[in-house]
T-cell receptor, first 110, second 118 residues
Framework: QKEVEQDPGPLSVPEGAIVSLNCTYS??????FMWYRQYSRKGPELLMY????GNKEDGRFTAQVDKSSKYISLFIRDSQPSDSATYLC??????????FGQGTRLTINP | GAVVSQHPSWVICKSGTSVKIECRSL??????MFWYRQFPKQSLMLMAT?????????EQGVEKDKFLINHASLTLSTLTVTSAHPEDSSFYIC??????????????FGAGTRLSVL
């Protein structure tokens, strides 16, 4: 079993829809949780960062962390075609190396 | 803020030659930088952790003599692929951890380097 599980998709939704992306993990010591967006042939771009449990909102993006269930989510409201990319969840235990999910390929259809 | 510059973005070389990739943190200091490799439609695979002023720590299965890493300053790390062969063709990405926010373990990524070995 992988330390971080993420459905690779692909996920295709119409423009304007609410998108829900999720990751589950097995290491209860993970404290730092991140979501990165990666366009094709580019490096990952940090979208959201959360420490421990809770919610965080930034514009159209909301990140949720439920440590009791070992489950994190990223919600995208009013999705746009420019949101089409691969979304990677990442997490770490303290200052240890990041552990990434497989990435979910998302397409927003106009 | 939090910009990481990586270049070249694309390099083509002949088999047997060496290629150097640079990773710079432009607006913050990075005691620790990371080098990743990514295959098509796959996630990032950590190759090594680079610490300023000390030897890099390589992940299991990564040849340290083939992938030379130097982190001579708080803003620059380099990866040299020595005697490159076609199987080394891949997308290499660096990241830098902001020393000022080290406890939060936030990594910022470069744009990546596509290496093609003929």
């Amino acid at each position: 079993q992988k330390e971080v599980e993420q459905d690779p998709g692909p996920l295709s939704v119409p423009e304007g829809a609410i998108v829900s992306l999720n990751c589950t993990y097995s290491n209860s010591a993970f404290q730092y949780f991140m979501w990165y967006r990666q366009y094709s042939r580019k490096g990952p771009e940090l979208l959201m960062y959360t420490y421990s449990s809770g919610n965080k909102e930034d514009g159209r993006f909301t990140a949720q962390v439920d440590k009791s269930s070992k489950y994190i989510s990223l919600f995208i409201r009013d999705s746009q075609p420019s949101d089409s990319a691969t979304y990677l969840c990442a997490m770490s235990e303290g200052a240890q190396k990041l552990v990434f999910g497989q990435g979910t390929r998302l397409t927003i259809n106009p | 803020g939090a910009v990481v510059s990586q270049h070249p973005s694309w390099v083509i070389c002949k088999s047997g030659t060496s290629v150097k990739i640079e990773c710079r943190s432009l607006d913050f200091q990075a005691t620790t930088m990371f080098w990743y490799r990514q295959f098509p439609k796959q996630s990032l695979m950590l190759m090594a952790t680079s610490n300023e002023g000390s030897k890099a720590t390589y992940e299991q299965g990564v040849e340290k003599d083939k992938f030379l890493i130097n982190h001579a300053s708080l803003t620059l790390s380099t990866l040299t692929v020595t005697s490159a062969h076609p199987e080394d063709s891949s997308f290499y990405i660096c990241s830098a951890r902001d020393s000022g926010r080290g406890a939060k373990n936030i990594q910022y990524f470069g744009a990546g380097t596509r290496l093609s070995v003929l």
